[in-house]
């Protein structure tokens, strides 16, 4: 059975970077499209950006296009998630999601495999 486990959380202070990592076990990483969500206090959990399978594609919400970065690790099954200028809006629980195939969703209900979470609080 598939097991996502994430890591590299922490506290960071607004403007500062911080990578969390996701990796997959159980399954091939390749054959699955992969996903980050986040989760603040009091609010539903929401997309940040996926990546296809093969890496060639990927996706961003709004809120964070041009400071956030997903890429992947086919050969360490391993998904990042490079977080710079982090503003404490950013402050969340971290998810990686996965979903066998090629095509990513910034729907939750599309990835059947889901990690524990990693936090990331970024104090201003």
């Known amino acids: 059975q598939g097991q996502l486990v994430e890591s590299g959380g922490g506290l960071v202070q607004a403007g500062a970077s911080l990578r969390v990592s996701c990796v997959l076990s159980?399954?091939?990483?390749?054959?699955?499209?992969m996903a980050w969500f986040r989760q603040a206090p009091g609010q539903d959990r929401e997309f940040v950006a996926a990546?296809?399978?093969?890496?060639?594609?990927?996706d961003y919400a709004d809120s964070v296009k041009g400071r956030f970065t997903i890429s992947r690790d086919n050969a360490k099954n391993t998904l990042y998630l490079q977080m710079n200028s982090l503003k404490p809006e950013d402050t969340a629980v971290y998810y990686c999601?996965?979903?066998?195939?090629?095509?990513?969703?910034?729907?939750?209900?599309?990835?059947?495999?889901w990690g524990q979470g990693t936090q990331v609080t970024v104090s201003s």
């Open positions: 990546i296809t399978s093969s890496a060639s594609n990927s």
């Open positions: 159980g399954r091939t990483f390749s054959n699955y499209a």
């Open positions: 999601a996965g979903r066998e195939g090629f095509y990513i969703y910034m729907t939750q209900s599309r990835y059947e495999l």
